[in-house]
């Protein structure tokens, strides 16, 4: 198995709304990554998780609250988010932080009116 | 700080002609440079990478990308395109540790028939 599944493919949400996305990997991959791609650009890193514990953070604003509550899994918090952040939120893993291959999920497509 | 160019945002080809995406790097060492790409509604997937070991690197799918350190150049080529290829090719550069990649803007092929 070596994919990355993210779900929901698609999200819809209002300012005011509380959503999660979701990002699994059994590939024993023990880094996690968010980015965030917004509509023809380059995805942008927001976090690395390494080993269960943060060891990036891009500077993202405190309405995006990532989680990852075991070496499998990787969730990502939303809150009172605005209509500037819809974009496609992307996950990826590789082995370790200093494994160069990554290994991306197909996405969330996030929209927030 | 290392930065990657992709020096041309759409190439237009038609099907079994030679496809050349160009890309430069900045780097004050010698860097970690890959090349994703990313089809339609998809995640993105590691094409090739240059680590040093040889300055001629073959990937997936019959690319291949040729690593210039005079022309600090790191362009992407395969001698036959086909039209599965069409999709988004992001030139990628490792910044430092933890993985941490900073992708290029984007360069969209398109093969015609």
């Known amino acids: 198995d070596t994919e990355v599944t993210q779900t929901p493919k698609h999200l819809v949400m209002g300012m005011t709304n509380k959503k999660s996305l979701k990002c699994e990997q059994h590939?024993?991959?023990?880094?996690m990554y968010w980015y965030k791609q917004k509509a023809k650009k380059p995805p942008e890193l927001m976090f690395v998780?390494?080993?269960?514990?943060?060891?990036i953070n891009e500077s993202v604003p405190s309405r995006f609250s990532p989680e990852c509550p075991n070496s499998s899994l990787l969730n990502l918090h939303l809150h009172a988010l605005q209509p500037e952040d819809s974009a496609l939120y992307l996950c990826?893993?590789?082995?370790?932080?200093?494994?160069?291959?990554?290994?991306f999920g197909s996405g969330t497509q996030l929209s927030v009116l | 700080a290392q930065s990657v160019t992709q020096l041309d945002s759409h190439v237009s080809v038609s099907e079994g002609t030679p496809v050349l995406l160009r890309c430069n790097y900045s780097?004050?060492?010698?860097?970690?440079l890959f090349w994703y790409v990313q089809h339609p509604n998809k995640g993105l997937q590691l094409l090739l990478k240059?680590?040093?070991?040889?300055?001629l690197v073959k990937g997936i799918n019959g690319f291949e990308a040729e690593f210039k350190k005079s022309e600090t150049s790191f362009h992407l080529t395969k001698p036959s395109a086909h039209m599965s290829d069409a999709a988004e090719y992001f030139c990628?550069?490792?910044?430092?540790?933890?993985?941490?990649?900073?992708f290029g803007t984007g360069t969209q092929l398109k093969v015609e028939l």
């Open positions: 780097s004050s060492y010698s860097p970690s």
């Open positions: 590939m024993g991959h023990r880094a």
């Open positions: 990826a893993s590789s082995y370790d932080r200093v494994t160069e291959k990554l290994f």
């Open positions: 998780y390494s080993y269960e514990k943060l060891s």
């Open positions: 240059y680590t040093s070991a040889a300055t």
């Open positions: 990628v550069v490792r910044a430092g540790g933890g993985n941490k990649l900073t």
